[in-house]
């Protein structure tokens, strides 16, 4: 391309043209591009790209449309487009910061009759997209990183009930930014984890699982256990999806106790009230076990607490906080 030429820069060049800056998502399969992305590349003068590899290269090429592998500077491609030409700029990953630093540079300078420029999405993500982002990175670390490419399924079981509990503070807490933060933690236990199980290790009986195949289960899962909403039932009140889901997972389960699936590692008023849960569900009349001791009395509490409709264990932990901010109180009333 020839550099700007002294007509342009003393603003006498005939007609501005018009600049399209596409910009399209690598989250969004090649060439999948949208009409208006479409009708502009179709309708331009000049198409040009700065980078030889993108992917969208091959698609266009197959649709007829020819691309110069060509980096302009501000400078040219204002010069391109006088006389009224259009010239759309397929924007590589980052999105031609140089190019448009150039741009608005020339524009304020007010010595150059600037074309239009438009910013053209030829591609949108969509909801979840990044998903696909946190999968790719999770590959590569898993592949690089000497510490990740070294986990197991049993050395992280321990950070998924971390990352858990913190979870549950960011909520108690009230606060939206870490809530945000914690809900990633928790994420990415379930994608490093999805991640393992691809490689499918022999003491696993070699079947190996994808992140796919964990978010397919879920799917199936979710849409069995609401035939409200997929199928043909009807459901008003929460009371009446809770006899769906209850429903739909015994015949899932077709358990002979109501304690199985009852996970005992789970912290003891969690496990109570679960278990009180059950037993209320079924309409079973189990008395609690008679025997002296902290443990009972924990028991009978959690019991209690579950048939009033309050969970113990986030009972004890505001209690327990409650008595957190009073040993801080104490603790500032001695310094003082």
Excluded at 232 to 237: L, V
Excluded at 248 to 258: G, I, L, M, N, P
Aim: include cysteine; hydrophobic fraction near 40%.
């Amino acid at each position: 391309m020839n550099a700007t030429s002294p007509e342009a820069v003393a603003g006498r060049a005939p007609a501005p043209g018009r600049v399209v800056l596409l910009t399209t998502s690598h989250r969004v399969a090649p060439g999948l591009l949208s009409w208006p992305a479409w009708q502009a590349l179709r309708g331009a003068d000049r198409v040009l790209c700065a980078d030889g590899a993108h992917p969208q290269l091959p698609y266009l090429r197959e649709a007829g449309i020819r691309v110069d592998e060509s980096a302009p500077t501000a400078e040219e491609l204002v010069d391109a487009c006088a006389g009224g030409h259009t010239v759309v700029v397929v924007a590589t990953g980052e999105g031609e910061p140089a190019l448009t630093d150039g741009l608005a540079r020339l524009a304020g300078s007010g010595r150059v009759r600037m074309p239009e420029l438009e910013l053209l999405p030829a591609s949108y993500d969509l909801p979840g997209a990044r998903l696909l982002d946190l999968v790719q990175v999770m590959d590569r670390i898993r592949a690089e990183c000497p510490w990740s490419s070294r986990r197991t399924h049993e050395g992280l079981a321990k950070y998924a009930i971390e990352e858990a509990y913190e979870l549950v503070e960011a909520i108690e807490d009230g606060d939206r930014e870490d809530l945000r933060e914690e809900l990633g933690d928790v994420l990415l236990q379930v994608v490093f984890h999805a991640r393992i199980a691809e490689e499918g290790r022999p003491e696993d009986g070699a079947d190996p699982f994808s992140i796919d195949d964990v978010a397919a289960t879920i799917v199936s899962k979710l849409i069995h256990r609401h035939p409200h909403v997929f199928g043909d039932e009807t459901a008003t009140t929460p009371e009446e999806v809770r006899e769906h889901w209850l429903r739909t997972k015994a015949v899932e389960k077709q358990r002979t106790s109501v304690t199985e699936g009852v996970p005992l590692g789970q912290p003891g008023l969690a496990l109570a009230a679960k278990l009180a849960s059950r037993v209320r569900t079924a309409g079973l009349d189990v008395p609690l076990p008679r025997a002296e001791g902290p443990g009972y009395e924990l028991l009978a509490l959690a019991v209690r607490a579950e048939a009033e409709g309050v969970d113990p264990e986030a009972a004890l932990r505001a209690a327990a906080r409650a008595y957190r901010d009073a040993i801080r109180e104490t603790e500032a009333r001695t310094r003082s």
